[in-house]
C-alpha cells in the first residue's frame, strides 16, 4: 500500500558511510519498517529496529540512535522537519498508492458546494498526488489555491496535525484529501472556514463544520470545567519538534499575573496517569495539540491549550486552534525538496 524507496535509502546510508542504522516508524508501517531492516542487513548494514510509538516527525528518535552508536537514524513515514538532530537522519515519507481521482469524480457534487475557488490540502502520504487533483479539478471549472505553507511543512499544500499554514490561502473554501479525523478537523478550526474531506480509500466526503462546532462546545465545557482551578500544571514537552518552553513559560506568567499557582512540568510522553501524584486542579499542554483534544476523556481533572488558557483569563472571546508553527517559507526553499532529507 505504501511506496518504500529502499534503493534510494541504501544509497543515502552508503553516502554517509554508515553501517549501523535505526529504524523508527509509526505502527502502521511497521511491516514495511521490518522489511527495510532486511533489505539493509542483506546489504551488509546492521539495522535495529525502534519500538517505542511514534507521533511524527517531530518525535525522532535520534538521541536513542546515538545512544545505540547508529551511524544514522532512518524515520519512516513522515515528511522532512528542519530540527537539530544528534545523528544524521532521513526522513522518508510513506506514499500511498491509492489513486485520488475516482474518490474526487464520486464527490463533484459536494466538492462544488465549497464554491468556484477552493483550496486543495493533504497528508504527506498523498502530497504526491496533489497535482493531478489540480489538474482535474481545474478541468471541472474549479480555480484551485495550493498553499505554500510555513517552514515547518515539507510541500506546498501539505497539513500537519499541529500546522495548517498551507491552508490558509484566499478561497472559499477547503477540499482535504485523505483519510482520519484529526487532519480536516484542524483545517476547518484553522481556518473557519468551508471543509470538505474526500476520503480516497473508500470514496466518502465529510463535512468538518458541524464536527468542528462540536468539538468547541466540547473545549468550551473543558474551560468552563477549569473555571474553579486555583494551581495549574503547564506541560512542556521534551520532543524536540514539540519543545515550546518560552510558550510554556509565557503561560505559567499569564497565569500567575492573574492570581493563579502555576509551576512547569516537564513531559516526554505525556498522559494523565503520570500525573495522579501532583495537587494541581487542571493542566495546560504545551505540545502536541492532539493530546489535549485526543485524550482529554481519559484526564481527571481539565486540560487546556494554550489558546483555551487565554480564553479562560478573559483574554479573548473567539475560539482560536492551537497550531505549533514554523517560519515564513521563502519560494525558494520549496525547490529541492526530495523523497527524503538528511538533517543534523
Not at 85 to 94: G, H, N, Q, S, Y
Not at 221 to 239: L, R
Not at 312 to 341: C, N, S
Request: proline residues 5%; contains cysteine; hydrophobic residues 40%.
Amino acid at each position: 500500500m505504501y511506496e518504500i524507496p529502499l534503493d534510494e535509502i541504501l544509497a543515502e546510508l552508503r553516502r554517509l558511510n554508515a553501517n549501523r542504522v535505526l529504524i523508527q516508524s509509526p505502527e502502521g508501517l511497521r511491516r514495511e519498517a521490518e522489511e527495510l531492516a532486511s533489505f539493509l542487513e542483506n546489504k551488509g548494514i546492521e539495522a535495529i529496529l525502534h519500538g517505542e510509538v511514534n507521533y511524527g516527525a517531530c518525535d525522532p528518535a535520534d538521541l536513542e540512535a546515538k545512544r545505540l552508536g547508529c551511524d544514522a537514524l532512518i524515520h519512516l513515514g513522515h515528511s522532512y522537519m528542519t530540527l537539530h538532530l544528534e545523528v544524521p537522519t532521513i526522513f522518508v515519507p510513506a506514499f500511498s498508492e491509492v489513486d485520488v481521482i475516482p474518490s474526487l469524480k464520486k464527490n463533484l457534487g459536494e466538492i462544488r458546494k465549497l464554491g468556484e475557488k477552493i483550496a486543495l490540502v493533504t497528508t504527506a502520504q498523498h502530497i504526491h498526488k496533489l497535482g493531478e487533483a489540480r489538474e482535474f479539478l481545474e478541468k471541472q471549472g474549479f480555480e484551485v489555491v495550493i498553499g505554500k505553507g510555513d517552514s515547518r511543512v515539507s510541500w506546498p499544500g501539505q497539513v500537519l496535525g499541529c500546522n495548517f499554514s498551507s491552508a490558509r490561502v484566499g478561497a472559499e473554501g477547503i477540499l482535504f484529501i485523505g483519510s482520519g479525523y484529526f487532519h480536516p478537523l484542524g483545517v476547518a478550526l484553522a481556518t473557519k472556514k468551508p471543509t470538505l474531506a474526500v476520503n480516497p480509500y473508500s470514496g466518502d466526503a465529510i463535512w468538518m463544520t458541524e464536527e468542528a462546532e462540536r468539538l468547541i462546545r466540547k473545549r468550551w465545557a473543558q474551560i468552563a470545567k477549569a473555571m474553579d482551578a486555583k494551581s495549574f500544571g503547564v506541560i512542556v514537552s521534551t520532543k524536540k519538534g514539540q519543545l515550546r518552553l518560552a510558550e510554556a513559560k509565557r503561560i505559567v506568567n499569564l497565569l500567575r499575573e492573574h492570581g493563579k499557582k502555576a509551576e512547569l512540568i516537564a513531559m516526554d510522553h505525556i498522559s494523565y496517569p503520570k500525573l495522579e501524584g501532583f495537587p494541581f486542579d487542571a493542566y495546560v499542554v504545551v505540545a502536541c495539540p492532539r493530546v489535549p483534544m485526543d485524550d482529554y476523556e481519559n484526564w481527571r481533572k481539565p486540560v487546556l491549550t494554550p489558546r483555551e488558557v487565554e480564553l479562560l483569563l478573559g483574554l479573548g472571546e473567539d475560539y482560536e486552534f492551537d497550531e505549533i508553527l514554523g517560519t515564513e517559507r521563502r519560494t525558494d526553499e520549496l525547490l529541492g525538496i526530495a523523497v527524503h532529507g538528511v538533517g543534523k
